[in-house]
């Protein structure tokens, strides 16, 4: 974590010894189960903590307010988020058994009170929470899809409720094909002053609640847009 606390001076020390803690758990855990690819095991703080991390920079949640990660694999962003966020309640969601049984167990040994670990398909749940997340889990037309019926109408955090989503590539394309434009793009390269390549085009993007309805659907195979 060295290399990423002079970029974030906003994280106490008490939070970075957490994260400190949870990384180590997640390289005991992935000696057992492939949460992160063994050959990038030794990057784990800066190619799966740090943009997780990076949130900081914008994101204000309310005392209470509710995140719903989906696709949470193996805790990224939701366990980090939990750790640097204790007055906000997590929900993490995985369809994968054996993941959700890692983060559930990586909740218990710190003590994240604010997570909840379910085992789910997203598809099936019935609440509404005020943010959903979601790291590179499908393309973005295809995510707002997928969630945009779970995301509450509110203003109370900063900013306001919506979807926030860590995407990597051709962030362009992806916006006209869904048809709205993000509220707040946040480059992961300018905010992490990464000089290599590793962050080129990878951002976290937010779309607000009340623009999810006009969003359009992902394209059928073959369907011109």
Sequence with gaps: MQRLKPLFPEITPAQWTLLERMAALHR????????VSRKDIDNLE???????????????????????????????PGLILAALYPQARFTLADSVGKKITVVADIAQRLNLRNVEAKNIRVETLRREYDFVTGRAVTSLPAFIQLIRAHVRPGEKSSPGNGVIYWKGGDLASEE??????????????????DTGDYFHEKYIVHYRQRDLARAKPPAMPGEAR
């Design 28 to 35: 005991e855990w992935n000696a057992k189960i492939n949460l």
């Design 46 to 76: 800066w190619h799966h903590y740090a943009p997780c991390v990076a949130a900081v920079k914008f994101l204000r949640l309310m005392n209470g307010a509710t995140v719903l990660d989906v696709g949470t694999g193996g805790g990224f």
């Design 176 to 193: 006209t094909a869904l048809g709205i434009a993000p509220a707040r793009v946040l480059s992961l390269a300018e905010t992490l002053s």
